[in-house]
């Protein structure tokens, strides 16, 4: 870290961190990350394409998992451009208004895509513990409200993070910890006073992802102690697996920001490197396995990117045949710009 001869934050530049002794492999370390934005990119668009075209998916549960799609696409565009950025053009530099909008955004896509993953629960909560008021209880309006509620919550939970971050006293440069700007990261780096900034961060983790994270238990504790109420073990195993696939995603989303917590307490300047990697996968993890989960576990997705696909295949048979056929009428004696001229007497 540069010494603390201090600038106002707007005139302070700050470094990307790449990986630790792999400096002379850029291009090679940003070909596995190139190939996991292209696939999260390209999936969840599809999962949002899908689900918007095909009124079968038009349900409560497919309706959050186009929200979580479009939660995994603004974090992609939130923080795959600093990694091609850093790894493509070997620019390292970022500017302080640039540092906070991208912080603003990752912080507020993450607290959405957390928002999402509850009412998921509560939906699947819904589901097997009221299955004939389902549809009543959960519908578009509701659904429209929960969404509104989860972003106006991100929106104002973040707010404060970038506002505060002006008044603070920053090295003309400073070295940030990973490819791209936190919270935390930034608070770290300032030589002025930040107990109200991490305080601030404090409350807004606390009300985003340690409240949403027990709810979620709370409700998979509820739908499990509803499941062992049910008689038949058919059934129990029926309602269960309707739960796998969020489950998995649930998993796959708080598990790498444990691990990297984790490691930040414990052996962060020991490993740097693999800090930096715990950094990178707990972003890139999540949109791109959460279309994958879902295309393997939800039978419905399955049937409609088949029925995309075969749809498709008529579309260009289709094609092919009236392209065929304009040929073989055009080539015969007699038809206009065929071989002969038609001249009426």
Not at 156 to 171: A, E, H, M, S, T
Not at 314 to 319: E, G, M
Request: proline share 5%; net charge positive.
């Amino acid at each position: 870290m540069f010494s603390c001869n201090t600038s106002t934050s707007g005139h302070s530049t700050f470094l990307l961190t790449d990986f630790p002794g792999l400096e002379a492999s850029h291009h090679w370390v940003s070909i596995p990350i190139n190939l996991i934005c292209v696939v999260s990119i390209l999936g969840n668009s599809f999962i949002l394409l899908l689900i918007r075209t095909d009124p079968s998916l038009h349900e409560p549960m497919y309706i959050f998992l186009s929200m979580l799609a479009a939660s995994d696409l603004g974090l992609c565009a939130s923080t795959f451009p600093t990694m091609m950025w850093l790894f493509w053009l070997g620019a390292r530099e970022l500017p302080f208004d640039l540092c906070a909008a991208q912080m603003f955004f990752i912080h507020a896509f993450t607290y959405v895509e957390s928002g999402v993953l509850l009412a998921m629960a509560f939906d699947r909560f819904v589901a097997i513990r009221e299955p004939l008021h389902y549809a009543t209880i959960l519908t578009h309006s509701t659904m429209a409200r929960v969404g509104a509620a989860i972003l106006v919550r991100a929106v104002l939970l973040n707010l404060p993070g970038p506002i505060l971050l002006w008044r603070l006293l920053f090295p003309q440069i400073s070295v940030l910890s990973h490819c791209y700007c936190l919270h935390c990261d930034l608070v770290g780096l300032a030589c002025s006073d930040t107990q109200i900034n991490s305080l601030v961060g404090l409350v807004s983790i606390l009300l985003s992802l340690g409240l949403d994270s027990f709810l979620i238990m709370l409700s998979y504790a509820l739908i499990l102690r509803t499941v062992l109420g049910i008689a038949s073990p058919g059934e129990r195993l029926k309602a269960l697996n309707t739960c796998v696939s969020h489950l998995c995603i649930v998993l796959i989303f708080y598990l790498p920001k444990l691990g990297l917590s984790v490691l930040h307490r414990v052996e962060k300047h020991s490993y740097p490197a693999l800090a930096v990697l715990m950094a990178n996968l707990h972003f890139l993890v999540p949109p791109f396995m959460n279309p994958i989960v879902y295309c393997i576990k939800s039978k419905q997705i399955r049937q409609g990117l088949l029925k995309r696909f075969q749809q498709k295949r008529v579309d260009i048979s289709q094609k092919n045949r009236r392209t065929q056929k304009h040929k073989t009428s055009v080539g015969k004696p007699g038809s206009l710009g065929g071989g002969e001229l038609v001249v009426e007497s």
